[in-house]
C-alpha cells in the first residue's frame, strides 16, 4: 500500500478505500477507513501521491508530540551495558500530495486504538500518546498496516541496575523507513541516572532497500525544536 | 587659559566641558543599562511593556544626569527640591491609584500567575487574558465582553488559572437506584473511559459508591483529560454516561416519595380509580 502514485490512482487495502480521480478540471480525492469518510476538491492537474506512515502524534488529534510507549513486561537492564531490544509503535498513514515546489498532506488515517496519557505530574508533565508494547530480541512479525517496530538501543551509563517500564519519544525527530511488510525506526534510549533517561532516533533503516518516509512535521511549516526527549519522570 | 574663559555668570568654559563630558558619559551608561535591560528581559517582558521599562531607565538616568549638572550652572536645587517637593506631594496625592496599579502591574509581569490567551478567573469573572498592561489587564469573557481590570485590584485578588496545567480532571456524581448494580455501573463507566479516544489512561480515573443518597446511590467519577479538551470532553461524557447506563438497564434515579397508609387502599368495588369517575363534588 505504501508508496508513490500517479493520479488518478485508486485502491482498496484492509478497509481502507482511496482514491484521486479527475473530475472535470480538478480532482477529486475521497477516503473511507474505520467508518469515517473524507471527500476533497484539488484544483490542480498533475502531481503524485504518496502514502507514507507518518510520525503517530496526528490521531485522534494532533494535542501533542511525545510518544509514550509502555512495556508489557518490565526490563532490568544491567550497570554500564548497551543492549538493543524490539518493540512496537501505532501506525498512521499519511496521503500527501506532491508538486515540484510543495507537498501537501491530503489525509491521515489509522487503523489501531488511540489513547493518551500523563508522564510525570499535571503541573510539569506532558501529555503523551499512549501504546502498550511486548518487547521482543528480535524482529517480531507485524501488520506494517497496524505496527511498527523500533529497534530501541538503551544504554544504561549508570553503575546499578535500572528498571525500565516505559520509554517515550519526540515524534519530531522520527525517521521512518518503510517496505511492503515492514515499517521500522531506530532510536536510543541512554539512562543517565536511575530515574533520568534521554530518548534520541537513528536516521538508518533496520534492514538495508527499505525506503524513507517523508517527514510531516518538515514538509509542513511547523518549527521543529529539539528531537530528542528527556524522561525526568521515571523510568 | 582658554578654559577659564567665563561663558556665563560664574560658569567657565570648563564647566561646561564638565557638563557636556558628563551628559554624554550618562547617555552611554544609559544606552548600556538599556541594552542589557532590553537581553536580559527579552524572554520574560511582552514588547510593549520592555519598550516602556527601557524608555523609564534611560531617561531616568538622564534626568538624574541634568539634576546633577545643574548646579554647575548657578541653579539652585535646593529650590528646585522644595518645589519639586510640593509638586510630588500633590502628584502623589493625586495618581496614587495610578502608582499602586503600576506596581501591581510591574510585580504581576515579574510573577507571572497568568499569560496572554489563557483562560482565567480574575475575583469572579471568568474569561480569557487579552492583554496584561502596565496600569491595567484586560479580560475577554467567555460572553464575549471586554472587561478591563485595575493591576491592583488583579494582584491582590485570588487568580484561578484554568489552562496552566496540562491535563484537568472532571467530576459527575452519577446517581442510580437501589436496586440496581452498582458494580455494572462502575464497569460500564469504566468502559466508555477506556473507548474514549481523548481521556487519559494516567492518572488513573476514580469511579466508585460515594454515598448512598436518600434517593439514589451515588457514584462519583473522576477521570483526568488534556486541559484544551476539558470543557469538549465534560459536555460529551455525562450524557454518553447516561445512556450506555440505560442501554444496560440502569437507570438515573430522581427524587421519589414512597408514602405509606396506615389502612390499606380499598381497590375493587367502590374504590376511587379515577378522579373523573370521582362522585366527589
Known amino acids: 500500500m505504501f508508496g508513490c502514485y500517479d493520479i488518478p490512482f485508486e485502491l482498496e487495502k484492509e478497509g481502507i478505500a482511496l482514491s484521486l480521480e479527475k473530475e472535470g478540471k480538478g480532482l477529486v480525492y475521497r477516503s473511507a477507513c474505520a467508518g469515517a469518510r473524507l471527500e476533497k476538491i484539488l484544483l490542480a492537474e498533475t502531481g503524485k501521491v504518496f502514502i507514507n506512515p507518518i510520525e503517530p502524534l496526528n490521531k485522534p488529534k494532533e494535542l501533542t508530540s ?3 510507549i509502555e512495556f508489557e513486561k518490565t526490563l532490568l537492564i544491567e550497570p554500564e551495558a548497551t543492549r538493543n531490544i524490539f518493540i512496537t509503535y501505532p501506525i498512521e498513514i499519511g496521503v500527501l500530495i506532491s ?3 510543495a507537498v501537501e498532506v491530503l489525509d491521515i488515517f489509522t487503523l489501531v486504538r488511540q489513547k493518551l496519557t500523563l508522564y510525570g505530574d499535571p503541573r510539569s508533565g506532558a501529555i503523551c500518546k499512549y501504546w502498550m508494547s511486548n518487547v521482543y530480541s528480535s524482529v517480531p512479525s507485524i501488520n506494517p498496516l497496524h505496527e511498527g517496530i523500533i ?54 533503516p533496520l534492514e538495508p532497500g527499505m525506503k524513507k518516509s517523508l517527514e510531516l512535521y518538515t514538509v509542513g511549516k511547523i518549527a521543529v525544536t529539539t528531537p530528542k526527549f528527556i524522561m525526568e519522570a521515571g523510568l | 587659559m582658554i578654559f577659564d574663559t567665563v561663558v556665563y555668570g560664574n560658569v567657565t568654559l ?24 532590553r537581553r536580559g528581559l527579552k524572554d520574560k517582558l511582552d514588547k510593549d ?3 516602556i521599562i527601557t524608555k523609564v531607565v534611560y531617561y531616568g538616568i538622564i534626568v538624574i544626569a541634568v539634576l546633577a549638572v545643574l548646579p554647575m550652572f548657578g541653579v539652585s536645587l535646593s529650590g528646585l527640591l522644595v518645589a519639586g517637593g510640593i509638586a510630588g506631594l500633590v502628584i502623589g496625592i493625586a495618581s496614587q491609584s495610578v502608582v499602586g496599579n503600576l506596581i501591581a502591574g510591574l510585580f504581576l509581569m515579574i510573577e507571572r500567575p497568568m499569560k496572554i490567551g489563557q483562560a482565567v478567573n480574575i475575583a469572579g469573572t471568568a474569561g480569557v487574558v487579552e492583554d496584561i498592561r502596565v496600569i491595567s489587564t484586560t479580560l475577554r469573557t467567555f460572553e464575549g465582553l471586554y472587561v478591563r481590570m485595575p493591576n491592583e485590584k488583579v494582584f491582590t485578588t485570588d487568580i484561578t488559572n484554568y489552562v496552566e496545567y496540562v491535563a484537568r480532571r472532571l467530576e459527575y456524581v452519577v446517581g442510580i ?3 440496581d448494580d452498582a458494580d455494572k455501573a462502575i464497569g460500564i463507566i469504566q468502559k466508555l473511559h477506556e473507548e474514549h479516544l481523548l481521556t487519559l489512561i494516567s492518572p488513573t480515573p476514580d469511579i ?74
Open chain 2, 208 to 281: 466508585f459508591v460515594d454515598n448512598l443518597g436518600d434517593n439514589a446511590v451515588n457514584i462519583i467519577v473522576r477521570i483526568w483529560v488534556p486541559t484544551t479538551e476539558w470543557y469538549g470532553i465534560k459536555k460529551e461524557l455525562l450524557w454518553k454516561i447516561k445512556t450506555a447506563l440505560e442501554d444496560q438497564g440502569i437507570e438515573i434515579a430522581f427524587p421519589q416519595c414512597t408514602v405509606w397508609f396506615a389502612n390499606e387502599l380499598r381497590s375493587g368495588e367502590g374504590a376511587v380509580t379515577d378522579p373523573s369517575d370521582s362522585q366527589l363534588p
Open chain 1, 66 to 68: 511525545n510518544l509514550l
Open chain 1, 99 to 101: 508538486t515540484k515546489t
Open chain 1, 151 to 204: 529497534e530501541l538501543s538503551i544504554t544504561n551509563t549508570t553503575k546499578e541496575w535500572v528498571t525500565v517500564t516505559k520509554a517515550i519519544f519526540n515524534a519530531y525527530g522520527m525517521k521512518i523507513y518503510y517496505r511492503d511488510d515492514l515499517v521500522a525506526m531506530k532510536a536510543s534510549m541512554k539512562i543517565m541516572h536511575g530515574n533520568i533517561a534521554e530518548t534520541d532516533f537513528v536516521d538508518a
Open chain 2, 49 to 51: 511593556h520592555l519598550v
Open chain 2, 14 to 37: 570648563f564647566d561646561l566641558f564638565k557638563v557636556i563630558a558628563i551628559l554624554i558619559v550618562a547617555v552611554v551608561i544609559a544606552r548600556v543599562i538599556t541594552i542589557n535591560l
Open chain 2, 177 to 179: 437506584r437501589y436496586s
